[in-house]
């Protein structure tokens, strides 16, 4: 039974001493959590300022990327695109160099997307309510009580990856974290623990707990954690084997032939089609497989370049959630070209300053200097 199914339980059977020792029993997690909070929490850039757009913005940019790759591209970014306005004025093409290197380029079309609905339907601010959160591109469940908890104060839970494996240790629920059930008594019970006089604080407190104490990776720090006594796995001794490991699906491995091709001072770029993996995004010419020297030369035919030079450049690999590129590189000096393929040329300081190329091909933006 849940905990908020026997609370009610508890009530109806009138047995009221039981439902305050349970009470009493909540507060007291919640206290010794945010009195550990108030001590611990990072300084981080959007925590002295929790306005309703500094906190979207850090939301977005938080999902599926480390807090210390997040810090320097949020003030980079607060700096030149100060408010929603602005953003919803954003060339496309700026708000990708902006976010270039954070990944998952999608966030970034939805935070537009979104800041364009929030300038037509709610006249320039963001709702504060969760509901409303949701029907804007890029805000989901937790999202949503992020930024309505932390902006706005109101009464929502924030459950993320990390707060689910805080609350499984912390409940004991050994069950499979991706099972709809496990997931929906998680949620049920971060409601009942929220404390309701700071919600915003409360949410943070459990994120911070999963980032410092309550790791994924490695051995939880048991020792140092505020709320130890009220762990359920740190009883059973079971904190090694919950949350539930599932086995990751093998990530799919592709190889690549990419190639710096320059004439005069100028470098073939290509924009990537509009759907799929970076999507939108500038990338230097390639070509699935490791080519042979005969089907290099066939390519760069296809794409009306003469070459003058052909030099290999060290292989490179990119990691993606689900696949990896393993690539080899050359550098093609060109003797004359055809305006016959969909390459643009772009100065090497332009490549820098304008188009947004992906971290994936940053081993071969790195060696510019020497083609
Ligand atoms: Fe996590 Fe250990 Fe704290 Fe339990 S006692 S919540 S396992 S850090």
Redesign the pocket.
């Known amino acids: 039974m849940g905990i908020l199914c026997f609370l009610l339980f508890c009530l109806k059977m009138g047995i009221t001493s039981l439902y305050n020792k349970i009470m009493d029993k909540i507060q007291k997690f919640q206290q010794a959590l945010l009195n550990w909070y108030e001590g611990n929490a990072r300084i981080l850039p959007w925590r002295d300022d929790p306005s309703p757009y500094r906190v979207w913005i850090s939301e977005i940019m938080l999902q599926q990327t480390r807090v210390e790759a997040v810090k320097p591209y949020f003030e980079r970014f607060l700096q030149e695109v100060p408010a929603i306005l602005d953003l919803a004025a954003l060339p496309e093409d700026r708000l990708m160099k902006l976010w270039e290197g954070l990944g998952y380029y999608s966030r970034a079309r939805n935070l537009k997307k979104a800041a364009c609905m929030v300038m037509g339907q709610y006249h320039g601010r963001l709702p504060s309510d969760r509901k409303s959160l949701q029907t804007l591109p890029g805000i989901g469940p937790y999202t949503s009580g992020a930024i309505a908890s932390i902006a706005f104060g109101a009464k929502e839970p924030a459950v993320d990856g990390n707060v689910l494996r ?1 609350l499984a ?2 409940s004991g629920n050994r069950g499979d974290l991706k099972d709809k059930t496990v997931r929906k008594d998680l949620n049920a019970l971060a409601a009942r623990l929220l404390f309701r006089q700071e919600p915003g604080n409360f949410n943070q407190a459990m994120m911070e ?1 999963g980032a410092l ?2 790791i994924p990776n490695g051995r ?3 020792g140092e ?1 505020p ?2 006594s009220f ?1 359920e ?2 009883h059973q001794d079971a ?1 090694d084997q919950i949350p539930r490991k599932t086995r990751k699906a093998k990530r799919k491995m592709e190889n690549r032939t990419v190639f710096v091709i320059r004439f005069q001072d100028r470098i073939a770029l290509r924009k990537r089609q509009e759907q799929g993996l970076l999507s939108g995004l500038w990338e230097f010419p390639n070509r699935y497989g490791h080519l042979s020297p005969e089907e290099i030369g066939k390519v760069l035919t296809e794409w009306g370049i003469c070459p003058e030079t052909i030099t290999p450049l060290p292989d490179a690999k990119h990691v993606f959630s689900h696949l990896e590129w393993h690539m080899k590189g050359y550098a093609v000096r060109v003797r004359g070209r055809k305006e016959t393929c969909s390459f643009v040329w772009a100065r090497q300081e332009e490549i820098h300053h304008s188009y947004s190329v992906p971290s994936a091909f940053h081993a071969y933006l790195k060696a510019l200097g020497k083609v």
């Open positions: 805080v240790r912390l707990l104490l309550c939880p720090k048991c954690c709320v130890q762990c796995a740190c904190v």
